[in-house]
């Protein structure tokens, strides 16, 4: 190829592409539109046939088929890969890669068949052997919460101060530091085991019963735990997904940590009705208040029952699993893996009766 051939060969696309399509408009009389007026038919009064033989003589402006056409042609002539058969032109090789794989004998590297690219990430799929029972629990749950636990919810949020309800909050996390405690023993950590009792003591004396946590403030760090994990650290792993009564979200392992735990819970240790009833209703009003922040992704979701059970398997396979290959504090996993306050559960102390778990 001469120098000026190269010089010009960027923009030869485009001159012929302009070409092609100034001759398709102003053309053969194939690229005309036929005339409305039947070649028999008298000519309209008060039109001249010398008027109407110039109108018919006027360009028409090229369909879309013509123009696709003319930058087929174009690519053709400029020696690239036509877009005849579908494929992205951004896709397509450039004339350079075609030259060089020409030359020294190598395929043009396509990025979509790479070999050497690690495989799709796949999402974890959720053991949910139980769906359609769990969906019909899921939409019982949603009609008690709609219909009773929400509304309650706003009314105490409009009419409680938030200092109060934060408060609140703080005294039933703390009633957990005992469990908590405990099973982080059962688990091998000892270490978390006298942080949880550390803050029960610390929050229980200077927080005035836990309604203020001063053991935040004193780099005591909040770790939940259940007897429900402990069962997954100790080797129950894969355990199906179960959508309970009022309890929502757990797996079978964690149904049965709750009769575990049921019997270390403070509130079940009060023997006046009255009293317990009352602690427990509160606790289950400020448990509500507290999901208020994922409400508006919830009823976002195109399947909002996958949505819960698939972010709350997720979470809970996190928890077991950082105990198990024994992580540190420090590690990269998320905070919100390890707050009880990225989803909530209501705990086994919320629900006055609970079947198979004797209350006093």
Known sequence: MSTPLRTFRPILPLLAAATLVACAGTGAPRDRVPSPVAVDAPAPTGVPDAAQADASEQPVAPDQAT??????????????ATPADGTPVADMPTQAELDYAALYGEQVYDPVADPTLPAAAQMPRSYD????FNRKMFAFNSAVDRGVAKPLAKVYAKIVPRPVRLGVTNFFSNLRQPVSA????????????????GRFVVNSTLGIGGIFDPATDADIPHRDADFGQTLGVWGWQNSRYVELPLFGPRTLRDGFGMVGDAPLSPLRQLSDDTWRYGLQGL?????????????????GATDEYALIRDAWMQRRAYQIESVRRHRSDDDDLPDYLYEDDAMPTVPVDAIPVVPGISNP
């Open 67 to 80: 123009v696709v056409a003319a930058f087929d042609e174009a690519a053709r002539i400029a020696g690239d």
């Open 129 to 132: 052997p139980w769906e359609p």
């Open 283 to 299: 606790q289950l009003v400020d448990l509500r208040t507290r999901l208020f922040v994922v409400d508006s992704m919830r009823e």
């Open 182 to 197: 405990l099973n982080a023993l059962l688990q091998g950590r000892p270490k978390d085991a006298g942080q949880s009792l």
